[in-house]
């Protein structure tokens, strides 16, 4: 972090060329584990035009893009950073503005931390350097916003802007902090930086350089110094000096040479000395130069089978593939299958326009992984469905890789009655989820739910199948029993629909999703998949307790209870939601008709926390309030009468963050579980 302050401040102090029309600048942001684009990922970029500081969000191809006017004055540089998924800075300076600007970032994804993290830069007012401009670049977590900003500028003042301008009284160096907080009120975090305030009499020695692409040997330095001077003395560390104030120098040889900028004024007074050095790298870099990335296809179903990314450097007009196995392409980015598996020399050419036909090339090793074979046969109870006799079932089995990244991708499925045997070939070393169920037209559709390898009901706690060192044959499937359900006049239906906070189509309805209804232990009574709107039902059921659940592989959902008696024999108001990250917190995740919790205000609350209950019989209920580790910090009991109360909780001595408030009767049935949250 250190190292990207310092890069700011001096892009801050000194920056000017000539003026052109529009910048343009672009680029993708790609997991550096998936090759997949980071979508939401912010990307920033700094001119030194009045400490202009644009922030850009990537779209769902990893893909931003800006244009910066450049009329009326002049910028010689662009500075543009992101943050990976460790806070760590990925930076680029760029000087040539001949061509758009195109920079691509790959990083470990996760860019945001699920916490808060408090950052800012800042720098002095060009025309009162008392005067200070602080630019929040804080994170806010996973969920939620930055909600309020709290400044120390160490001179006893604060400010609760997001962007404040200071001005300091005098002289010295301030520790100004910078404290955040999140609009869900768990996260806080400070971030401190020292700040040196100086006056203008006072000088300052620091210069930027720049090597043209054209002219390796050659280096514009440029004096970014601050105060009021008058001598420059330039050390270009191979036994040159100068005492211009923006010289420019030319070495004889590549090296790396350590050179000193003296500045001073010996005006008595207005006297100062100060003394900046810097490492300069002389070397000689081709500005034609061949590279590439070559990735596998881990999701498809053919094996072998390679994405080509041209990353080379220059204004390049041809490219010309040989990837090792006699075939050849001329496009930029190809794609190739290799017939057979193993290892390749792939060779990229360029041919480059602005080194005069300059030609450049460059080869890689690549080898493929390896491929395997699986099946295995879908047991209905003793034997295979269809043997040794036929069942009238067909089986549907479906295939899921799982990433570094704990991701989840459906990569095929296999329809199959034959003796009741699945199979998958040529599948990619890797490990695998595999599910089996019967297809709705089967003779005991209704009998089996979908099942996991071994025997598995929902994918969290399932057997994970590693295909690395040989074909398997035996992966077979034992389906789980159906109990059934008890004839009577309940009914319960609902929406399976995306979680608020998921990034797709949040609150929209999701379609083929299995619903498992089962009892209170958990043992699977029956299924139903969710219609185009999202809409799922079970009709005809016993009166009691039942558990709703929306198995979708490699997402996950919270369980619903609910209860059907003969005063509320119909629940068709159930909302089973799913998300891409673990769920804690869900508002109402249970159903009891006898209590009704109508609010629970206020909420965030700072020292009572009042809880308006219905009941339609006398309960003696269990109120307790635990914090997200699932520790109870609060616990009481209370004799109710049937009619309408209100419940006062004490809440002043929690600690601020979010708790999960629970009410459960005399039987320890949980009937409803709420988020609240302690200011």
Request: overall charge negative; glycine content about 6%.
């Amino acid at each position: 972090m250190k190292k990207l302050l310092i890069l700011i401040s001096a892009l801050a102090f000194c920056l000017s060329l000539n003026a052109g029309d529009i910048i343009f600048v672009s680029g993708h942001v790609t997991d550096i584990e998936t090759s997949q684009p980071i979508a939401n990922h912010k990307v920033y970029i700094i001119t030194n035009e009045q400490y202009v500081f644009d922030t850009l969000t990537t779209d769902i191809n990893g893909y931003y893009s800006d244009s910066i006017s450049m009329s009326g004055f002049t910028i010689n540089y662009l500075y543009i950073f992101t943050f990976d998924c460790n806070f760590i800075v990925h930076d680029t300076t760029v000087t040539n503005f001949d061509y758009p600007v195109v920079v691509d970032f790959i990083i470990c994804n996760d860019t945001f931390p699920s916490f808060c993290q408090a950052y800012f830069y800042y720098y002095p007012d060009s025309l009162n350097s008392f005067t200070y401009n602080f630019i929040d670049l804080s994170s806010p977590p996973i969920g939620g916003n930055i909600s309020s900003w709290y400044w120390d500028f160490g001179d006893g003042t604060t400010s609760h802007e997001q962007n404040p301008v200071h001005i300091f009284a005098e002289e010295g160096m301030y520790w100004v902090c910078l404290t955040i907080a999140d609009s869900l009120g768990n996260c806080e975090d400070t971030y401190c930086e020292p700040v040196n305030v100086f006056s203008q009499q006072q000088c300052i020695a620091q210069f930027t350089y720049y090597q043209p692409p054209s002219q390796p040997l050659v280096v514009e330095f440029t004096d970014c110094s601050i105060g009021n001077i008058d001598t420059w003395e330039w050390d270009f560390g191979d036994g040159n000096t100068s005492e211009e104030q923006n010289p420019v120098h030319v070495y004889q040889d590549t090296g790396i040479y350590y050179v000193c900028l003296t500045v001073s004024n010996h005006d008595s007074m207005n006297f100062c000395y100060d003394t900046f050095c810097d490492s300069v790298n002389i070397s000689i870099t081709p500005v034609c130069q061949a590279d590439f990335i070559a990735l596998v296809d881990s999701t498809s179903n053919m094996p072998n089978f390679y994405y080509f990314y041209d990353n080379s450097l220059g204004n390049i007009s041809e490219w010309i593939w040989d990837f090792g196995d006699g075939a050849i392409s001329l496009e930029q980015n190809p794609v190739h299958q290799y017939a057979e598996s193993g290892t390749y020399e792939v060779c990229l050419t360029i041919i480059c326009e602005n080194a005069g036909g300059y030609v450049d090339f460059i080869c890689k090793q690549i080898t493929t992984p390896n491929y395997y074979n699986l099946g295995g046969f879908a047991f209905a109870g003793d034997y295979p469905i269809n043997n040794p006799v036929s069942t009238a079932d067909t089986g549907i089995a479906y295939l899921y890789r799982i990433f570094n990244n704990n991701d989840i991708v459906a990569i095929d499925t296999n329809i199959f009655y034959t003796l009741g045997y699945f199979w998958f070939t040529e599948k990619m070393e890797g490990d695998y989820l595999i599910k089996i169920g019967l297809t709705p037209n089967s003779a005991r559709f209704n009998q089996y739910i979908p099942t996991y390898f071994i025997d598995g009901m929902m994918w969290e706690n399932t057997n994970t199948m590693s295909l690395y060192d040989s074909s398997y044959f035996a992966v077979d499937v034992h389906l789980l029993q159906a109990n059934g359900t008890n004839q009577g006049n309940g009914k319960i239906g609902g929406n399976v629909i995306w979680y608020d906070d998921s990034p797709i189509n949040p609150g929209e309805p999701i379609p083929d999703v299995e619903v498992l209804l089962l009892d209170n232990e958990n043992n699977p009574l029956t299924f139903d998949f969710s219609e185009n709107d999202g809409y799922f039902e079970f009709d005809y059921l016993a009166f009691g307790t039942y558990k709703l659940y929306a198995e979708f592989t490699g997402k996950y959902t919270m369980p619903v209870i609910v209860t059907i008696n003969e005063s509320n024999p119909t629940v068709d108001d159930i909302i089973l939601e799913v998300c891409d990250h673990e769920i804690t917190g869900i508002e109402d995740i249970f159903y009891e008709p006898d209590i009704t919790i109508s609010n629970v205000f206020p909420n965030p609350a700072t020292n009572n926390l009042n809880i308006e209950i219905n009941l339609k019989t006398s309960q003696i209920l269990s109120l307790n309030i635990s914090n997200l580790l699932g520790q109870i910090i609060y616990s009481e009991n209370c004799n109710l009468s049937q009619g309408n109360h209100i419940i006062k909780i004490p809440v002043r001595s929690l600690q601020k963050g979010i708790y999960l408030l629970s009410i459960s009767n005399s039987d320890n049935f949980i009937s409803v579980t709420k988020k609240i949250v302690k200011n």
